[in-house]
């Protein structure tokens, strides 16, 4: 597609619930990161991806959330046993070029998926 | 660890003003980018800047970069409603990862 696709874009569930949101890069984007963006609040780092290898995962709240990236094309974002301080926009972004820095790799980011954990 | 601070954090100014919004950071980098949030709404990218002096220009609002102050700085001349919104800066550190490190915001509301 032409942009970063996430999926879904609102989801709504239970506390204790596992939850996956999926996010789709730029079609060729090799770098593939993740943000957590609660209400009103600044963008918090999850994980990043180059390629299909995590070289920082030091975001990840807890070890309720993991992430995987498959054929270095969609990441999952995984929530085990959701909680209420887990409600937030999750925020996906993708870019072109990575460690170059001499080119302009824009980094692109979805509309984000918004979980309410109730 | 990278750190990121931008000020103000809020910043109401009448139509037709300048303004400038500071972006620090505590490490060396060549690589900074500007986004623009609306309310609601995802991230829109404003500007790439990749070296020492860089300056780029778009429309009523301008960014540039001195990497050895470790600072940027988004301009806004003659301000319009329509740039009502938050803008965050956000910094890729020479060393390490490509970890994209986010400043707290700012939040800009320009009054008729």
């Known amino acids: 597609g032409a942009g970063v696709s996430q999926s879904p874009s609102n989801k709504v569930t239970e506390k204790g619930k596992d939850v996956e949101l999926r996010c789709d890069p730029i079609?060729?984007?090799?770098?593939l990161y993740w943000y957590r963006q609660s209400l009103g609040q600044g963008l918090e780092f999850l994980i990043y991806?180059?390629?299909?290898?995590?070289?920082?995962k030091s975001g990840l709240p807890s070890d309720r959330f993991s992430a995987e990236r498959t054929g270095g094309s969609v990441s999952t974002l995984t929530i085990q046993r959701t909680q209420q301080e887990d409600s937030a926009v999750y925020l996906c972004?993708?870019?072109?070029?990575?460690?170059?820095?001499?080119?302009?790799?824009?980094?692109?980011f979805g509309e984000g998926s918004w979980l309410t954990v109730v | 660890e990278l750190k990121v601070e931008q000020n103000p954090l809020f910043l109401s100014m009448q139509e037709g003003k300048n303004y400038t919004i500071y972006c620090n950071y505590s490490?060396?980098?060549?690589?900074l980018y500007w986004y623009r949030q609306d309310p609601g709404k995802s991230l829109e990218s404003l500007f790439v800047?990749?070296?020492?002096?860089a300056v780029k220009q778009e429309g009523r609002l301008m960014a540039s970069l001195d990497t050895k102050a470790r600072l940027s700085t988004l301009h806004i001349t003659a301000a319009v409603h329509d740039l009502s919104a938050t803008y965050f800066c956000?910094?890729?550190?020479?060393?390490?990862?490509?970890?994209?490190?986010f400043g707290t915001g700012t939040r800009l509301t320009i009054i008729p």
């Open positions: 991806f180059q390629g299909n290898s995590a070289p920082d």
């Open positions: 972004a993708s870019s072109l070029v990575v460690n170059i820095q001499l080119l302009g790799n824009t980094i692109y």
């Open positions: 490490t060396t980098s060549d690589r």
């Open positions: 956000a910094v890729i550190s020479n060393f390490g990862n490509e970890k994209l490190t």
């Open positions: 800047l990749l070296s020492n002096g």
């Open positions: 079609s060729g984007h090799t770098a």
